[in-house]
Nanobody, 126 residues
Framework: QVQLVESGGGLVQAGGSLRLSCAAS????????MGWFRQAPGKEREFVAG????????YYADSVKGRFTISRDNVKNTVYLQMNSLKPEDRAVYFC???????????????????WGQGTQVTVSS
């Protein structure tokens, strides 16, 4: 059973940046797509970004396109989410997820991912 541990969340002013990290246990990290989701208070969990097993494909929600960048380091078993130009509406708990295979679904949704981290809080002040 893989363990996913997120870090890097916090409080930032609007327009600022944060970088989230997700460290995965196990030796099979390279075999799976990875993704980031978020859940704001009172809202459903939503897809943010996905990356294929080798980083060759990425996919972003329209709401973050051009501001967020997902990347991965298959040596360190870590996936990252660089978040720039943060807005108050980006406030949420951000979850890391491991895909069910080397590629995320088309379009990506929560069903494409089978393992989840505990989440890290991101708060953006206006």
């Amino acid at each position: 059973q893989v363990q996913l541990v997120e870090s890097g969340g916090g409080l930032v002013q609007a327009g600022g940046s944060l970088r989230l990290s997700c460290a995965a246990s196990g030796r099979t990290f390279i075999s799976y797509a990875m993704g980031w989701f978020r859940q704001a208070p009172g809202k459903e969990r939503e897809f943010v970004a996905g990356i294929s097993w080798n980083g060759g494909r990425t996919y972003y929600a329209d709401s973050v396109k051009g501001r967020f960048t997902i990347s991965r380091d298959n040596v360190k078993n870590t996936v990252y989410l660089q978040m720039n130009s943060l807005k108050p509406e980006d406030r949420a708990v951000y979850f890391c997820a491991r895909g069910r295979g080397p590629y995320y679904g088309d379009p990506p949704d929560s069903g494409s991912f089978g393992s989840w981290g505990q989440g890290t809080q991101v708060t953006v002040s206006s």
